[in-house]
């Protein structure tokens, strides 16, 4: 039987309506625990960093410092060094990698950090010690992951439940594990963590253009996107049920009374 971060698989691919959400990330939105840790000469790691908007705001956060972003697609990583370049931002590089087996020495960096990365690999406790061992001693390793079972919206559309429930079969039997907000934690000290921080922030879409954003990108991604595939040639779905899902997200988003939250658990680590 192959080691189980061999099975692990992004779920989610790299469609444009993947990549709407990602690239709508930044470090003030996604990152805010973590801010109060950097300051202007750090050496940081970004993993799976996508298309790096998110890389390239904590670079700016370190002028006198450099950031590593590693992603395990060549292909999004020419979306983030095009992201760098548009920004004029020369301490950042981008390389291709396995958060599993990271191609660096020990210590260094000294601070690592990963978002919505490791709820997508297989084995979390064994990444976790990986960037624990390219963290410089007493630096920062910072994980904040979605917990999709802690997610909420309203009006309570009934094929959203469904979506739910599809998203979370399909993701384990990806290899993943959508509810890795809460497991964070757990999974630090597993990885032989002793000071770790716990806290929990939101992402929450409400205003009309955030709602139609929102549902569009998703109504997109379950007929459109990697997901799609997975849902379908895994037999977790049909294409008429993912067209239903697609339809009750277009229906939600419609709603003037539409919200919805997302919770993220993150944990802030000293190596």
Known sequence: MAPAHETAVYTHGHHDSVLRSHRWRTAANSAAYLLPRLSPGLRVLDLGCGPGTITADLAALVPQGSVTGLDASEGVLEQARAEAAGRGLRNVTFERGDVHALPYPDGSFQVVHAHQTLQHVGDPAHALREMRRVCEPGGTVAVRDADYGGMRWYPDVPGLVHWLDLYGRVARANGGAPDAGRRLHAWA????????????????????????????????????????????????ATADELSRIADAWRAWGASEDAWFTVVNGEILCRA
């Open 189 to 236: 000290r597993e990885a032989g963590f002793t000071d770790v921080a716990v806290s929990t922030s939101t992402w929450t879409y409400a205003t009309p253009g955030e709602r139609s954003w929102w549902s569009g990108l998703w109504a997109d991604r379950t007929v459109a996107s990697g997901y799609a595939d997975l849902a379908t040639g895994g037999g977790h």
